[in-house]
């Protein structure tokens, strides 16, 4: 079955650090967009941080704290976490989108706006991630 995976979410103090990893369970996964979201309830989901085979972007919220990357042997998506604040937590989720979807250079067209083929996005189930002061 084609599916992600998170892991790595936790409590920690504000100002300490988490790596969340994220496995992809198909072969064709460096064909793929992925980005990392984030959630709290009662408001929208929001994107984090997104990579494709041109580079990398972040929202303005996590710039030079978060840093996302992959690994293509190992088929999984990373983002390390660092100075975290209380207003990081929330259930973090991966997710992936064919790069066939995507204007070339566009990942903030999804990430940020969401502005693609819905039903080509595939999620992870989130794992929680929370910060106290």
């Known amino acids: 079955a084609i599916q992600l995976v998170e892991s790595g979410g936790g409590s920690v103090e504000a100002g300490g650090s988490l790596r969340l990893s994220c496995v992809a369970s198909?072969?064709?996964?460096?064909?793929?967009?992925m980005a990392w979201f984030r959630q709290v309830p009662g408001q929208k989901r929001e994107g984090v941080a997104a990579i494709d085979s041109d580079g990398t972007s972040y929202a303005d919220s996590v710039k030079d704290r978060f840093t996302i990357s992959r690994d293509y042997d190992k088929n999984t998506l990373y983002l390390q976490m660092n100075g975290l604040k209380p207003e990081d937590t929330a259930m973090y989720y991966c997710a992936a989108v064919p790069s066939f979807a995507l204007s070339a250079g566009d990942l903030d067209s999804w990430y940020l706006t969401r502005q693609v083929d819905r039903r080509l996005e595939i999620w992870g189930q989130g794992t929680l991630v929370n910060v106290s002061t």
């Open positions: 198909w072969h064709t996964y460096s064909h793929y967009c």
